[in-house]
């Protein structure tokens, strides 16, 4: 019993700390891909934790505030499975729960957007981007606990997504899986433009300086990773371990598939605010119907 927790809290940890490494990593690749489409050159691989370095020597000042935003960030990254369905807080990985965590802890940017802009002209437009985050909130929070339902109601019990990477191994739902795929499309959809997007939080952090720039910088970059990986293991559930595979293939998934599945996310909603199809919010209410019929299909059919 007490190596089994110790193992279980060993792949928690590690699962948190390879996050903690490679979310800034992921907003590298977002500006590098932003480079190229614009026809700079890209953006080096390091160059963002050179950057949180920086500010982080400058001292300032930082409110408590920004603290409880990167503590939620903390409590998501605990629950969401990266390589291994093993965690000691897998109840965390219910959508909903996991989602409301990450949105507050977008909270502490908002208000010092709200409160403090450098300029006119930067608080005219984030007031305007901020009418729109309203919108999204109310596309944002309804998917997410349709998320959970459809995983309920698909293999019933199992309303996280570990509970559905451990219980997809005995109960295979086809319908349930491709289901959540359109879900993961929406999420990404409503997700890009304001809460993976760097340019955007910039914009809203410009009247910080110092550490507590850095803080919040950092706190978006994990925000950004974890809503990658919810989306991710909504997609590739294969990409995570229940307890079947080999040692070998457990290491293959942890330092390979894991990196790679974030990375393309990341690419993903990258080069969907660069070509602007169509509007998110019309594609994500297509898609949540096309999921919603999908996985009662597959119920009335098993």
């Not at 007490?2 to 996050?19: E, K």
């Not at 499309?185 to 433009?193: D, E, N, P, R």
């Not at 390979?256 to 019309?282: D, N, S, V, Y």
Request: with cysteine; glycine share 8%; proline share 6%.
């Amino acid at each position: 019993m007490i190596v089994s927790l110790a193992i279980t809290l060993a792949i928690t940890l590690g699962q948190m700390l390879c996050l903690a490494i490679i979310a800034p990593f992921l907003t590298d690749l977002e500006q590098g891909l932003q480079g190229l489409g614009a026809g700079r050159n890209g953006t080096a691989p390091g160059w963002r934790w050179r950057h949180l370095y920086r500010g982080w020597q400058r001292y300032s000042r930082i409110p408590a505030l920004s603290w409880f935003g990167l503590c939620a960030v903390w409590l998501a990254m605990a629950g969401l499975p990266l390589a291994s369905a093993h965690s000691l807080f897998s109840f965390l990985s219910e959508p909903l729960a996991c989602g409301v965590l990450l949105i507050l802890s977008c909270i502490p940017a908002w208000i010092m957007a709200l409160q403090s802009a450098p300029t006119r002209l930067i608080a005219l437009r984030v007031r305007a981007s901020m009418s729109w985050l309203g919108r999204d909130l109310l596309f944002l929070v309804p998917l997410l606990a349709l998320t959970g339902t459809l995983i309920s109601i698909g293999l019933p019990g199992a309303g996280t997504l570990t509970g559905l990477l451990q219980q997809r191994v005995l109960q295979p739902a086809p319908a349930l899986l491709g289901g959540l795929v359109f879900v993961a499309a929406a999420l990404l959809l409503v997700l890009s433009w304001r809460f993976l997007c760097d340019n955007w939080h910039e914009e809203l952090i410009a009247s910080t300086t110092g550490r507590h720039r850095a803080l919040l910088r950092y706190s978006h970059d994990l925000s950004a990773c974890c809503w990658y990986l919810l989306i991710a293991d909504l997609v590739w559930p294969d990409s995570v371990d229940t307890g079947t595979h080999p040692p070998g293939g457990l290491i293959m998934l942890w330092c390979i598939a894991a990196p790679a599945k974030l990375a393309f996310m990341a690419a993903l909603a990258t080069g969907w605010r660069a070509c602007r199809p169509l509007p998110a919010a019309r594609l994500a209410l297509v898609l949540s119907g096309a999921a919603i019929l999908l996985v009662l299909a597959g119920r009335l059919a098993a």
